[in-house]
């Protein structure tokens, strides 16, 4: 894994969240995108080499609704950037990780995706993150 790539936080509403997180960070929300696939509106914040996105749930069957509902709004993933995230993925089952994605997913930020199940990583959501080609 090479660095950090983001942090994801989980928030109610990015029309509250963004104006917070710009004077917060002193920086400007430089992307706003949906995945709906993930059921998820998503605000991405530059802090040196690396980011934090803010999502909002779409619908209240997603993953970030159900995140906000058991625990309320804070840190829900961090993620890392990856060369090959085939070959990670592989090296993380290998390692005995257990992955809520074999195959990776196209995320935000003109990125491919896979998580890490919490259960394997103390607790914490683990996302994989490579760069689209």
Not at 13 to 30: E, I, R
Not at 44 to 70: H, V, W
Not at 99 to 125: E, M, Q, Y
Request: proline share 4%; net charge negative.
């Amino acid at each position: 894994m090479l660095k950090i790539e983001h942090l994801g936080i989980a928030v109610k509403s990015l029309d509250a969240a963004v104006p917070l997180y710009v004077q917060l960070l002193n920086t400007p929300c430089y992307k706003q995108e949906t995945v709906a696939t993930e059921g998820v509106n998503t605000a991405f914040f530059q802090t040196g080499q690396e980011k934090i996105e803010l999502l909002e749930a779409t619908n209240e069957d997603s993953p970030i609704a159900k995140f906000i509902a058991k625990k309320g709004q804070g840190i829900h993933h961090i993620a890392f950037d990856v060369t090959d995230i085939y070959a990670e993925i592989e090296r993380l089952k290998g390692e005995g990780f257990e992955l809520i994605n074999l195959t990776p997913k196209s995320g935000a930020d003109n990125k491919i995706i896979a998580f890490l199940h919490p259960k394997s990583t103390d607790g914490i959501l683990v996302e994989l993150c490579q760069e689209k080609s």
